[in-house]
């Protein structure tokens, strides 16, 4: 059953990450320039690629360990 349940965390991190990237750039957070397409789960969401950014959204949601 772990197995089952890491793969099931690392989905729904994969999706909060999508939805958090999706929401800045709609929101106009950071400008839309830097924002790149990315392709998951059959549809096209935006992803800001730079580490800064990512680091700041893992300290929101925080490490997949902390999920299940």
């Known amino acids: 059953m772990e197995p089952f349940k890491e793969a099931r965390a690392d989905v729904i991190t994969e999706f909060i990450e999508a939805a958090i990237h999706s929401i800045l750039y709609v929101r106009g957070v950071y400008p839309a320039a830097i924002f790149k397409p990315r392709r998951k789960y ?20 925080g490490s997949k360990s902390r999920v299940c």
Do not use: H
């Open 42 to 61: 059959g549809t096209t969401s935006k992803d800001c690629p730079f580490i800064t950014t990512r680091d700041n959204l893992q300290k929101v949601y």
